[in-house]
């Protein structure tokens, strides 16, 4: 086997209540015993959660809705930071928590696939480069010069997705992208995303699609209210899911 | 060492294509934006100068360019920290799944405001003309150092603000309050001959007086004023210490909130 590029070593993610807070600092003056009492509570996303994933491995995550998921994501990305236990990545993380993060729709097309790709990690010189080929993809050359907002929200996906298809990622975090598009435009997001396992690229795959964490990934992982219930083999994890 | 400078040069990518959205999104590419930026410093000093000088009379001389070479700069001070209080929460996307320096996203608020500037400073060369002021020397390193001590103080005030209202989402207000009690605290709208001369020396703990006067004393008189410079740029520093420490402090928990 090979080496893990990710390690999550007994994370816990808690979310402090700042109901108080943000309801303004009005709010917050006017209660402020009660506000700062209730800082001090937190709920917790994520209890004690450990595991690896080894390089080149594709690694599905299932569970219900709330069980924290996008919670994991966010830690592995960097965006949150975990309260206690240790996270280590090695490697270029593309986080892929949304399609078309960025995206403004008073923007073009092509300005658009700018601003993306380098949000996602890409210098200007190589999303300029690839323009043609990120363009050709999404099948949208009729419309790229058109502002964002005149496209259906099937377009704007597409868009999206064609932008990660020409990334260069070490380490790919998905988080439910991957039913985009009609039919044909399915067929070749899964074609892009066999393309990166075959080239050796770590994928971690949030899905609600048993089906495609069952395709795709080599060993899965299913968390159920905020703990691990589950981890190993795709088929089996994805029976004990479904068995409750 | 290599990679410093490859991150050098994908930060500088960042920050310009995020500049290049907000100039582009403003404006949405019309030339008619760029009146839209001259024109509200124009009408303010219009305004001004029927209430002060029309009507009250104020003993200020040349008030009209007066008036204009403190209403620019204010205009980039306060659009700047305007558009920050809602700069992290409108790119709650950004913020909560991609994951780069957050301080970009306030900065590119800024140069925003700071780009528009620099291009609405002809309209001030054509009022200093017409007036028949002379251009002077000091002109050519005046104003790049007046704008990087005006600079620092926004970009601060930027950082500060947009972090804290993502916590206090009713700091709008509080916001809109202050800058209109820094407008009228600051010597915009009246010479510093004007202020009674035992208060004067409390203009000076207004960090916005000093690059004000500064300013001032360039388009009017065609000098740099050093030793205020001096203390407006520390003034400056301090402010954008204080806001990116609290930016950079608070920035773990930006996702949280959002
Ligand atoms: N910013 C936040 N502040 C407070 N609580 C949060 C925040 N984000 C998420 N939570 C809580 O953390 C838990 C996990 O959320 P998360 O988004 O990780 O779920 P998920 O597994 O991705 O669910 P889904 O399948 O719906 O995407 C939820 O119970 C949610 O209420
Ligand atoms: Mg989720």
Redesign the interface.
Known sequence: MKEPVIVFDGVTKT??Y?GY????????LFNLPEAINHTKKSFTALREISFEVCGGECFGVVGNNGAGKSTLL?LA?????PDKGTIEIKGR?S?L??LG??F?P??TGR?NI??NG????M???RVVRKMDEIIGFSELEEFIDQPLRTYSSGMVTRLGFSVIAHLDPEILLVDEVLAVGDINFQKKCMDKIMGFRANGVTMVLVSHSLDQVQRLCDRAMWIDHHEIRAIGEPAAVCQAYQGG | MDALVQNFSYYKDLVLVLTAKEIKVKYKNSLLGYVWSVLNPLCLAVVFYFAFKFVMKVPVENFTLFLISGLFPWQWFSTSVNASITALLGNASLVKKVSFPRYFIPLATVLNDTFHFVVSLPIVFGFVVFYKVHLTAAWVYGIPLLMVSQFFMTYGCALAVSALNLFFRDLERLVMIGLTVLFYMTPIIYDMSLVPEGFRQYFLLNPLFGIIEGWHSLFLRGHVDWGLYLVSLLQSLVIFGVGFALFKKLSWKFAEVL
């Open positions: 979310y402090p700042y807070i943000t309801a303004g600092l009005k709010m917050f966010g990305a960097g965006a949150l930071k993380v986080p928590l949304e993060a960025g403004h008073e923007l300005e700018v601003l380098v949000l996602l990690g210098t200007r010189k």
